[in-house]
């Protein structure tokens, strides 16, 4: 693991522990949440909080897969509340991150990732352990599996 891995797994884990404080409990979409606001403050080179940061999420707007919105409220602080997140309901789950006069960035669940992981968590009754446990291994999954980003 290279030093920047590194760094960023810590940021991912202190994050991960405040937005699970903020949404309730912790879940896999609200990692998923997370892990997409962070991409797109990367991708778009964006200052932490960023006030110019706009991100319209797209996703179906009923638990569990709402949750992301949290993820992605703590991270971008685009928000309900201040209007820098607009919500659009939809299958799967994407988001489009802009940053004026640096352009625009989507960061897309890979469908094949989204439907395994709907399959396990409609299949089963999931008690809360094993919801945590699905929640650590999305965090701990290789971005380029579980995200298109374009
Ligand atoms: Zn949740």
Same mark, same amino acid.
């Given at each position: 693991m290279t030093a920047f891995e590194r760094e960023q797994k810590r940021e991912l884990k202190t994050i991960l522990e405040k937005a699970a404080d903020f949404h309730g409990h912790f879940g896999p979409f609200l990692v998923i949440g997370v892990r997409m606001g962070l991409i797109g403050i990367r991708r778009l080179e964006? @200052? @932490?909080?960023?006030? @110019?940061l706009r991100v319209t999420a797209m996703l179906e707007h009923s638990v569990p897969f709402s949750c992301a919105i949290d993820g992605i409220q703590v991270t971008t602080k685009c928000t309900i509340g201040n209007k820098k997140l607009k919500l659009i309901d939809s299958s799967g789950i994407a988001a489009k991150f802009e940053l004026q006069h640096k352009g625009q960035v989507t960061v897309m669940v890979n469908p094949v990732a989204f439907n395994r992981l709907k399959r396990r968590l409609l299949s089963e009754n999931v008690p809360p352990e094993k919801m945590e446990k699905l929640a650590r291994m999305v965090a701990s999954m290789p971005e380029e599996e579980l995200f298109i980003i374009e």
């Amino acid at each position: 693991m290279t030093a920047f891995e590194r760094e960023q797994k810590r940021e991912l884990k202190t994050i991960l522990e405040k937005a699970a404080d903020f949404h309730g409990h912790f879940g896999p979409f609200l990692v998923i949440g997370v892990r997409m606001g962070l991409i797109g403050i990367r991708r778009l080179e964006a @200052k @932490k909080y960023d006030g @110019k940061l706009r991100v319209t999420a797209m996703l179906e707007h009923s638990v569990p897969f709402s949750c992301a919105i949290d993820g992605i409220q703590v991270t971008t602080k685009c928000t309900i509340g201040n209007k820098k997140l607009k919500l659009i309901d939809s299958s799967g789950i994407a988001a489009k991150f802009e940053l004026q006069h640096k352009g625009q960035v989507t960061v897309m669940v890979n469908p094949v990732a989204f439907n395994r992981l709907k399959r396990r968590l409609l299949s089963e009754n999931v008690p809360p352990e094993k919801m945590e446990k699905l929640a650590r291994m999305v965090a701990s999954m290789p971005e380029e599996e579980l995200f298109i980003i374009e």
